[in-house]
């Protein structure tokens, strides 16, 4: 048998009688699939796992608190063999092999009647490596191989591209804050599949790069917007491509709904009748300060963190931000597209009862190479940022916060992107 390779296929297990005979760390380790897959699980065992116990305590598996007995596989799909008792393993198995039931042996795949492959998931799909061979089998070699598929599926730096006819549309995308690492899983793969991608100068400019030659970049400051103001020339574009049949990206820095504009987007696709999908992405509200070692939040010291657009100074009429009010707060205040105005933020701070001394952090390119971190306070920080020339972007962090991290000689170093 062990001359031959193994023949795949994909077994259909919902309702249908599946043994698993030991409750160790084999089955903790196969349970999870058999469930997804909908099997009938009978364990039988005398222990179990608590990860396993807590399978059987939340009804998704029937446990049978015993040993093997002779008859337990009879009516049985599928067996999958894992006591640790090798001569229980042998009588068990030879019953799966009388009642042709295909049956996995943790403790010898030569006399398995079946193998596990190495299995990973990506975007509906199963991807399942075996091993050609019993002898010489190299489980971590097939596992390596199933972990190299699904992550380059997932980042997208494997490109299998969808033979059915693909919905055009587009799909908002965060990027998150800079580093190209820190996007998610599906905006990756979504700008890997693209055909137009309209990109902010936020955001993880570097994954444009990897782009093949075919996609066509925009620069969404560049746009030519004439008589329209630019967001709707922004707008007019998404529109135009996705009308073309095209897959269009459009990369954004941070998330999409964080001071990103991203519901107009959406709003003006839906008025043209354009699928659109919205992919979360990290916000530099958080990120920045984490990446510079500042938590947003700590026990003890901050229990709310508030996100500010400081785009507009206090005193402007424009301005929607209660400032008297976020005074009165004694958490964490986060400050976006402020460094113009933080001189003017800062003595409202003040002015309103904030104390001149709570300590001030601005983290500019935060999660990029050139990442910068300034220290001040609510007094010092105008004169600061001038002396200091930070420039945008940087997130400001306001309050108590500030001073928890490490000390910078143990601070973690930023992840460098891979
Ligand atoms: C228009 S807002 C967009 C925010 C974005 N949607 C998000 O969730 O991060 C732009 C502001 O985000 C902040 N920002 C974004 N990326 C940053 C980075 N890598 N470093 C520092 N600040 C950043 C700056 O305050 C910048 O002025």
């Not at 746009?223 to 998404?238: C, D, S, T």
Request: proline share 7%; net charge negative.
């Amino acid at each position: 048998m062990a001359e031959h390779p193994a023949y795949p296929v994909g077994l259909r297990l919902a309702g249908r009688r599946v043994v698993v005979l030991g409750g160790g760390q084999v089955a903790q380790r196969r349970l999870p699939a058999l469930i997804a897959a909908g099997g009938a699980i009978v364990l039988i065992s005398p222990e179990a796992t608590p990860s396993v116990e807590a399978m059987a305590d939340a009804g998704e598996i029937t446990w049978e608190r015993r040993r093997y007995t002779e008859g337990d596989l009879t009516d049985a799909w599928y067996a999958l063999i894992a006591t640790g008792d090798g001569e229980a393993n042998e009588r068990a198995s030879a019953e799966a092999e009388r009642h042709r039931v295909w049956c996995v042996r943790s403790d010898d795949a030569d006399r398995a009647t079946a193998w596990t492959p190495a299995t990973g998931h990506s975007e509906g799909v199963t991807i399942a490596v075996l091993t050609t061979e019993v002898k010489g089998r190299d489980p971590r070699h097939t596992a390596a191989i199933r972990d190299a598929v699904v992550e380059g599926l997932r980042d997208g730096t494997l490109v299998a591209r969808h033979h059915r006819t693909r919905t055009p549309g587009v799909a908002l995308v965060g990027g998150g804050p800079g580093d190209p690492d820190l996007i998610t899983v599906r905006g990756r793969r979504l700008l890997a599949e693209a055909d137009v991608v309209i990109a902010d100068r936020l955001g993880p400019r570097d994954l444009l790069a990897e782009l093949p030659p075919h996609v066509e970049v925009i620069d969404a400051a560049k746009i030519p917007y004439g008589r329209f103001m630019a967001q709707e020339a922004i707008n007019n574009a998404l529109i135009e491509h996705a009308k073309q049949g095209k897959s269009v990206v459009r990369l954004k820095g941070g998330d999409p709904y964080v001071f990103g504009r991203g519901m107009e987007e959406l709003h003006a696709l839906a008025e043209a009748g354009i699928a659109c999908t919205v992919v979360p992405g990290i916000s530099s509200s958080v990120s920045v300060p984490g990446a510079a070692g500042i938590p947003v939040t700590h026990r003890g010291v901050a229990h709310e963190f508030t996100v500010v657009s400081g785009h507009v100074a206090p005193d402007d009429e424009r301005s929607l931000v209660d400032w008297p009010s976020l005074a009165k707060l004694t958490g964490t205040l986060v400050v976006l597209m402020g460094v113009d105005k933080i001189g003017r933020i800062a003595e409202t701070l003040v002015a309103h009862g904030r104390s001149p001394d709570t300590p001030v952090a601005l983290v500019q390119e935060g999660t990029t190479a050139a990442q910068r971190r300034v220290d001040a306070t609510l007094a010092t920080v105008g004169e600061t940022v001038r002396a200091e020339e930070v420039r945008p972007p940087a997130v400001i962090v306001i309050g108590e916060v500030v001073n928890v991290g490490l000390p910078a000689a143990q601070a973690p170093k930023p992840s460098q992107p891979s």
